[in-house]
């Protein structure tokens, strides 16, 4: 019996002391997460380059043959379309929800053509298009998403210092902007 008390006396000291390391650790935490780091990189519908080194952002690649760029977006009052096209020996683009969850991927290998054309729309958007879709949009691959707020990761992949120009290049040209829609 007394060890069996002391088994619980033990317990509940050491959940004391993880509760109170949780509580005392939370601040250190708050605002450190990629939406929050995306968020104060600049205003939305903007691609932003990331550094390939640590920086004060707390964003950057650690893979020295990717290049990447975020935008963050809303979607709420328009569509946002993603557009970029270059000569790059592969890219990879990734969507994600203001609490960081990844909501859509895709890459080169299995998108139309060899170029990015993704169009992020709402439900209610998605039923516009679908009465009447606008010819800019007919190759684009829109993706339904059930939160407005997001962001989207772009990388260029630079197996070779001479494919970085053209990584850099096709980042660079990148286009993160609402597309707005026709009533029928």
């Known amino acids: 019996m007394r060890s069996v008390l002391l088994a619980i006396a033990i317990g509940l000291v050491g959940a004391a002391i993880v509760h109170i390391v949780v509580i005392l650790a939370l601040p250190k935490w708050t605002g450190k997460?990629?939406?929050?780091?995306?968020?104060?990189?600049?205003?939305?519908?903007?691609?932003?380059?990331?550094?390939?080194?640590?920086?004060?952002t707390g964003l950057f690649n650690d893979d020295p043959h990717i290049r990447t760029a975020v935008c963050r977006f809303d979607i709420s009052a328009a569509p946002v379309r993603i557009v970029a096209s270059g000569d790059v020996a592969m890219w990879t683009l990734s969507a994600y929800d203001a609490s960081s969850n990844e909501t859509y991927s895709m890459n080169d290998r299995s998108s139309i053509g060899t170029d990015v054309d993704i169009a992020f729309v709402t439900p209610t958007q998605m039923l516009q298009l679908r009465r009447?879709?606008?010819a800019a949009l007919e190759r684009a691959v829109l993706v339904e998403l059930t939160r407005p707020e997001g962001y989207v990761a772009l990388r260029a992949i630079?197996?070779?210092?001479?494919h970085e120009p053209a990584a850099r290049a096709f980042l660079a040209g990148a286009l993160c902007a609402p597309f707005r829609i026709e009533p029928a």
């Open 33 to 56: 997460d990629a939406w929050t780091r995306v968020e104060a990189m600049g205003a939305p519908h903007r691609f932003f380059p990331l550094a390939n080194e640590p920086n004060p």
């Open 132 to 134: 009447v879709m606008p």
């Open 158 to 162: 630079a197996p070779l210092p001479s």
